[in-house]
T-cell receptor
């Protein structure tokens, strides 16, 4: 157990629908990062939050949004889903003093 | 932004040594990571370099040259379980986001 918790582990939904992915960072970590990994693709950075504030934005579609709550958990909302959104979605948290990201086990999203 | 290059695939023999190279171009640099990722699983942290030189950790070593924008991961005494993708990643100087390369898929054969 890495200490970063992601739910659900698997999600199957239809095109056009909306889903919410949840991430709880490791205890004491203030940053949450979201990544998308499509089949045989690299990890694509989506968005970063630090202590409730958005810090950096990557290749995140307008149909996607995220937030970080006062208890530091984060949610990634994906709407108007398309087949191409099928992917593994990872969140990671870090303590910069440890110089490492720790990843959650991911949510596998399948859009049918 | 960041641009990270690493070979797509490599094959090596059990018990041998393999070196996986990574080159990067960045507008700001605050450390380079190597991660291991088995198919369908989360990446796991292997190493972190922020200063030039070699960091050794058991069978794994990582080297960094900041002036050349170059790093390598050295795996010794290869085991079958080392078959995985190895991801090179660079951290921004600013807000600390980490950008990943597309990874090198290593196959260890008997």
């Amino acid at each position: 157990d890495s200490g970063v918790t992601q739910t659900p582990k698997h999600l199957i939904t239809a095109t056009g629908q909306r889903v919410t992915l949840r991430c709880s960072p490791r205890s004491g970590d203030l940053s949450v990062y979201w990544y998308q990994q499509s089949l045989d693709q690299g990890l694509q950075f989506l968005i970063q939050y630090y202590n409730g504030e958005e810090r950096a934005k990557g290749n995140i579609l307008e149909r996607f949004s995220a937030q970080q709550f006062p208890d530091l958990h984060s949610e990634l909302n994906l709407s108007s889903l398309e087949l191409g959104d099928s992917a593994l979605y990872f969140c990671a948290s870090d303590d910069q003093d440890r110089h490492s990201y720790t990843f959650g086990s991911g949510t596998r999203l399948t859009v049918v | 932004g960041q641009n990270i290059d690493q070979p797509t695939e490599m094959t090596a023999t059990e018990g041998a040594i393999v070196q996986i190279n990574c080159t990067y171009q960045t507008s700001g640099f605050n450390g380079l990571f190597w991660y291991q990722q088995h198919a369908g699983e989360a990446p796991t942290f292997l190493s972190y370099n922020v200063l030039d030189g070699l960091e050794e950790k058991g069978r794994f070593s990582s080297f960094l040259s900041r002036s050349k924008g170059y790093s390598y991961l050295l795996l010794k005494e290869l085991q079958m379980k080392d078959s995985a993708s190895y991801l090179c990643a660079v951290r921004d100087r600013g807000y600390q986001k980490v950008t990943f390369g597309t990874g090198t898929k290593l196959q260890v054969i008997p």
